[in-house]
DNA sequence: AATGAATGAGCATTCATTCAT
DNA sequence: TATGAATGAATGCTCATTCAT
């Protein structure tokens, strides 16, 4: 692939995957795509296939993206065990932070069914290796609660990162406001963390 | 409104609301409404105007039963405050077990922006009176850790059923399979609530 | 037909000829001249059997009233033939004043082609015949060219009547819009009186 | 545009522009555009943008072609200022002969409103001016009367041209059929001309 | 590699008309 | 007589995709 094609692919991907989490699969046209990323139509089907196939390779990419985010950071920072909770729900929230179209991407794809979300598979999985090492010696110290497994202590902490974000727009409105403040988020994560500790 | 107009006008809600859920707006046409209801398409329009419309009034309907329920059941069964948090989290899980709809819904509703959302101010938030009661209460016991606010333990809880059910699809590849299994169900309801308690 | 019934019959026709007149008949719905009338659109079709029904009758009973008023005036107020084009053309502009649906839809019955027209044809035609005298002795007395036949003078000061109403929109524009002042229309009625009198 | 492009436009322009001159706006459909020009409805919201853009286009395009013919005919065949009147008469019967359209597509303009009529704002307007020359000239010599000025001589007989096609229908049934045969248009305009001499 | 032109199925919505009460 | 409910055939317009250069 030439030079110039390469920036013209570059250039569909990330207007794309800027439109589709915006506004799912569905709700974007192929035609806009086109116009906002200043590229003619059909080197979509020429680089992508459909708009179902540069739907995937999106999704596929910010999971990748984040995944490889996630990998380097996950558990790095830790140099006291003792806040372990609060340094992982730190780390997802800041994760949705500067990934937002992850987890609308990951939403739709949720959404449509399995027929995307299969793409994913193969992906992930490795990531929490580290991070078990940090629980079992937090939990082995007494900073997390022992009667807890693993999965069941990593998945509060993300589903409050991602619950955060996703429903942002009805929570503010029907369990409290301050909570997307600045200085809300912050009490937020502390306490939050405080509370997924199980101690 | 007639007997007959309003027989025709549950029919269309109701199939609206199941294909609204399944495949959101956009991927929801007017057509495949009318013909799974077996209804004369331009009563869709008679009774609800447009297909927004129809899917704002499917929104706040499925809003507003879950609502009902929610008011009606939360905190209700509680004979032992010592299980506060099982308690809580079993009730909001099963909740969307029964009404898979109205997460689906709400997500897309988040997804698609404040529009939709808009809709549904009025009509929560005073649902959580009793359960604060029974927050307290087990605070003061010593179930329920100090030093965490009410909204920050129910936003964890509903955040734990949420995730759980939103992102079934990628977690049970990703993190656990036997999460989803009936046993691991339970399980995980039991662990979960134990950490959430925060003590 | 009871009375109820023929109020009910009266309204849908002014409501409608007024719609017609105003949007012609693809422009006109219905349902709007239902709502207009506040009329149920049933009774439409219990009265006229139909949309073009109801334009027809429409069409005759302008034709019929216009006719009426031609006939009760034409010629009528000539106490001095001396004058007579100036009366006539002002009698003319006067009657496009009075009834402007008459042309707009007598226009539209023009354009759609003879079907509706052909309703029309028995109606008219006996009006020339008190103007006709009128217009011989003025052609005896010197008052109009002699080599004028009646068809064509007449013929001529309605087209300038017709002309007036039916192009005012583009006649103003690109011609003069002072003849559409009051002051520039009374000029026009004289001057133009002159001319048709061919002397 | 390509070569083929413009081709495409081209006979969607005159297959719309016929029959909305025969049907209207509101009595021509898309679909029997798109059918009539054996062209893809897409290609007509392609260069026109909507129903409405591509009616102005049609309506522009024979008022401006109209524009062109008169001013390149109107006055120019005059040899002899004495039969002035006769020949601008004929000219404009011939014009309404030839571009049948044009009186039609006005007359659904002027039906219609103001909207499309604003299009036609610049285009016309200086035709008249070798018109006057010959009659002022013509006016000087004797050979049309004195007190009459220029718009209101001109009008008259724009109007009698215009007359005799717009309510052809009508004026062969109600006021003589022997003005649309050969010979009658003949004896019509030279009466009609004398007449409007107005000496 | 890139682009303008073309296509056919589809989509939300409307309309004239009929039915049932 | 009057009215609300229902219908099926449009109707203007869009979209994903392919063709030709």
């Known amino acids: 692939m030439q030079e110039r094609a390469k920036k013209t692919r570059e250039l569909i ?6 439109m589709f ?3 799912g699969f569905h709700g974007t046209k192929v035609d806009a795509i086109a116009t906002a990323a200043k590229v003619n139509k059909q080197r979509i089907y020429a680089y992508f296939g459909s708009k179902s196939g540069l739907f995937e390779q999106c999704l596929v990419t910010v999971f990748a993206e984040v995944n490889r985010f996630e990998r380097e950071t996950l558990g790095l920072n830790i140099d006291n065990i003792f806040c372990l909770s609060e340094v992982l729900l730190r780390e997802y929230m800041d994760l949705h932070d ?4 992850f987890q609308r991407m990951l939403t739709w794809a949720n959404l449509e069914g399995t027929e995307f979300v299969d793409k994913l598979l193969d992906i992930k999985s490795e990531n929490f290796k580290k991070v078990r090492v940090f629980f079992v010696a937090a939990q082995q110290n007494g900073f997390v609660r022992q009667d807890i497994i693993f999965e069941t202590y990593i998945f509060n902490i993300m ?11 009805t929570l503010s409105r029907t369990l409290s406001d301050k909570l997307f403040t600045v200085d809300g988020r912050e009490q937020f994560i502390r306490e939050a963390a405080n ?3 199980g101690i």
């Open 13 to 18: 991907m990330s207007t794309a995957l800027a």
């Open 98 to 101: 500067k990934y937002p179209q």
């Open 195 to 197: 509370q997924l500790s």
């Open 21 to 23: 989490a915006e506004k």
């Open 159 to 169: 589903a409050a990162a991602w619950f955060y974000h996703s429903n942002r727009l």
